[in-house]
T-cell receptor
Framework: GAVVSQHPSWVICKSGTSVKIECRSL??????MFWYRQFPKQSLMLMAT?????????EQGVEKDKFLINHASLTLSTLTVTSAHPEDSSFYIC?????????????FGAGSRLTVL | AQSVAQPEDQVNVAEGNPLTVKCTYSVSGNPYLFWYVQYPNRGLQFLLK??????LVKGSYGFEAEFNKSQTSFHLKKPSALVSDSALYFCAVRPHYGGSQGNLIFGKGTKLSVKP
């Protein structure tokens, strides 16, 4: 079946540094990828939708300059948390879809836990 | 406002007993409904979905869910629980109209604990 890989699975960084998280579709081409944020004991919140070759669409309240998303190929999307601060510490999860529309099931990555000191 | 409610933070079941994890939703139109499971330090795994058709949907690992339009519910069920079913379960809804495919509205999750 479809597999989505996220890297790194966990990262610790100092405040003010930038962190890049990769999301790869391993055995299929993902025309659309999604980035979520999950706080402890809370649900997933969609941050942005990235389409290959075009700018990401951010959800309301998500700072596009803070969370840079690049979807340069059909198998890779990256999320860069710029100038990270402790409040950015969270579990970031990506998912991928093979269809721009319809009810296809999303395939989720294992998540990346970011801790900003 | 559109929302998904999972009224129970945790459900405890003895192995071999039936289990139910509740989910209700408030979404305009006819939604697409999903159940996902999350094991510790793992991503979400798809269990089942309801798009249209038969209200009883069968999914992975022996799970099933019943769509009840009048009660706006989509409860997850399994006739006989296994210890390995212990995990965090998320109900999710995608409004049928508008928004991106990834714009799922997730419930807060229900922790299922199955004891031997």
């Amino acid at each position: 079946g479809a597999v989505v890989s996220q890297h790194p699975s966990w990262v610790i960084c100092k405040s003010g540094t930038s962190v890049k998280i990769e999301c790869r579709s391993l055995d299929f081409q993902a025309t659309t990828m999604f980035w979520y944020r999950q706080f402890p004991k809370q649900s997933l919140m969609l941050m942005a939708t990235s389409n290959e070759g075009s700018k990401a669409t951010y959800e309301q309240g998500v700072e596009k300059d803070k969370f840079l998303i690049n979807h340069a190929s059909l198998t890779l999307s990256t999320l860069t948390v710029t100038s990270a601060h402790p409040e950015d510490s969270s579990f970031y999860i990506c998912s991928a879809s093979t269809d721009r529309a319809g009810a296809n099931v999303l395939t989720f990555g294992a998540g990346s836990r970011l801790t900003v000191l | 406002a559109q929302s998904v409610a999972q009224p129970e933070d945790q459900v405890n079941v003895a192995e071999g007993n039936p289990l139910t994890v509740k989910c209700t939703y408030s979404v305009s139109g006819n939604p697409y409904l999903f159940w996902y499971v999350q094991y510790p330090n793992r991503g979400l795994q798809f269990l089942l979905k309801y798009i249209t058709g038969d209200n009883l949907v069968k999914g992975s690992y022996g799970f099933e869910a019943e769509f009840n339009k009048s009660q706006t519910s989509f409860h997850l069920k399994k006739p006989s629980a296994l210890v390995s079913d212990s995990a965090l379960y998320f109900c999710a809804v995608r409004p049928h109209y508008g928004g991106s495919q990834g714009n799922l509205i997730f419930g807060k999750g229900t922790k299922l604990s199955v004891k031997p």
